[in-house]
């Protein structure tokens, strides 16, 4: 009776141990479940400045992909990023990705803005019409020294 | 002249001990696993430790885990108001719970309350010759005593580190969403944005690193109580024997956890 007793208790702390592991993994480490299948696209920016791997996609605000790399291209001087995009959302290929920061100290995001062509993009194409990112320092500063005139 | 060159010599004595020591705790793992490894495996003396180092300890990390996510949401909120950035309560909870809190406390906790009677336990048994006993009848004591309680640390601190993870979120919830009407999706969502798969994994590998290193340095402390360099025998160095143990385990999660941090960040 007494050994039961503690194979019992064991089972049960290694159930609630392992259902509390799951329950974080899947609700905040993102890696539950059924992935859903994702192509990468990729675009260049003169400048990602402040984009993080792994920042969202957004298109129309909703999440539909994260930025999978960010390189630089020495030939070129830009910011080479591959976006990983979910599958069923289809890009056109006058689509036009720009950086955005979420709230004034917010996180960079790319935003996905849909262009009007009948060709969709597919794997490993690239985005071409893109908006670097915008920062606040270099508007103030333009807006106190062209004010100065 | 003479006190200056004492002085150095005592300063060399104790770099040799620690040297020796550090070895001492090495072979000791070494000899662990290399009889551990010899079949045949049985399971029930690993689930009697399971039993006695993780489930016991679960009410213990239940509770320090709810009380300990609710001071994190509290002194958060308390921060992040000032900035009127409180939709961040969530991510800020989560991170430092997951990254940090979760694994040390619960590794500090087991040492307290795990570690130090594994140790006291082996001291005794090695002042009542007990573990000699075993060597007569063949049994070989590092297969016996200390492979069930290294598997059973290694098993049992993640499992309770998620489970104080769990309830430190929930304690957060209860703070800052019942109480202080932070919105349920601020808090849950910004919590899962921010939570990669990297954090999940630096909290898996700290927690499997400290079950190794309570049990690993508790279980030798008791062990080689007659090893000990001052020469006691009886209560009074099992006393102290389990005292440095703890020190010596929680000392040793700190510099591992900063040691963790450092490379996988």
Not at chain 1, 69 to 88: M, P
Not at chain 2, 111 to 125: P, W
Request: glycine share 10%.
């Amino acid at each position: 009776m007494k050994h039961q007793n503690i194979e019992l208790t064991v089972g049960i702390f290694f159930l609630a141990g392992l259902l509390s592991l799951t329950w974080i993994a899947m609700r905040m480490g993102n890696m539950g479940g059924i992935s859903q299948p994702e192509y990468e696209l990729q675009a260049r920016f003169v400048s990602v400045s402040g984009l993080k791997e792994g920042a969202f996609v957004e298109a129309a605000g909703v999440r539909v992909g994260h930025v999978a790399d960010i390189s630089f291209d020495s030939e070129t001087y830009e910011a080479l990023i591959t976006l990983s995009i979910a599958e069923s959302v289809q890009v056109q290929e006058d689509s036009t990705a720009s950086i955005r920061t979420s709230g004034i100290i917010g996180d960079k995001f790319v935003k996905l803005t849909p262009g009007g062509a009948e060709e969709l993009l597919s794997a490993g194409m690239e985005i071409t019409e893109t908006e670097s990112s915008i920062s606040i320092e270099e508007l103030i500063s333009k807006y106190i020294f062209e004010s100065k005139d | 002249m003479s006190r200056l060159l004492s002085s150095i010599s005592r300063l060399g004595r104790s770099v040799q001990h620690f040297t020796e020591d550090l070895g001492i705790l090495g072979v000791f793992l070494f000899n662990a696993i290399r009889h551990g490894l010899n079949p045949p495996y049985t399971l029930k003396p690993v689930i009697r430790q399971i039993y006695f180092i993780g489930a016991r300890s679960g009410l213990m990390i239940t509770v320090a885990g709810l009380f300990v996510g609710m001071v994190v949401a509290l002194q958060f909120y308390d921060t992040l108001v000032r900035f009127g950035s409180v939709s961040m309560l969530g991510s800020a909870v989560g991170l430092s719970l997951i990254r940090e809190l979760g694994p040390v406390l619960t590794a500090l906790l087991v040492t307290g309350r795990a570690g130090s009677a594994i140790c006291a336990e082996l001291g005794i048994m090695r002042t009542d010759h007990q573990i000699d006993a075993l060597d007569c009848m063949a049994i070989d004591p590092y297969r016996y005593l200390i492979i069930p309680r290294l598997l059973a640390g290694v098993i049992s601190v993640p499992l309770l580190t998620a489970i104080f993870v769990l309830m430190g979120i929930a304690g957060g919830y209860f703070i800052g969403v019942l109480l202080f009407g932070v919105s349920h999706g601020a808090y849950m969502q910004g919590m899962a944005d921010t939570v990669l798969p990297r954090d999940m994994l630096m909290c898996l590998v700290k927690a499997v690193v400290f079950g190794l290193l309570i049990v690993w340095i508790s279980a030798a402390r008791g062990f080689l109580l007659h090893r000990d360099r001052k020469g006691a025998f009886g209560p009074e160095g099992v006393s102290r024997v389990t005292t440095e143990a703890v020190v010596l385990t929680s000392v040793s999660v700190l510099f591992a956890d900063y040691l963790i941090s450092a490379l996988l960040l």
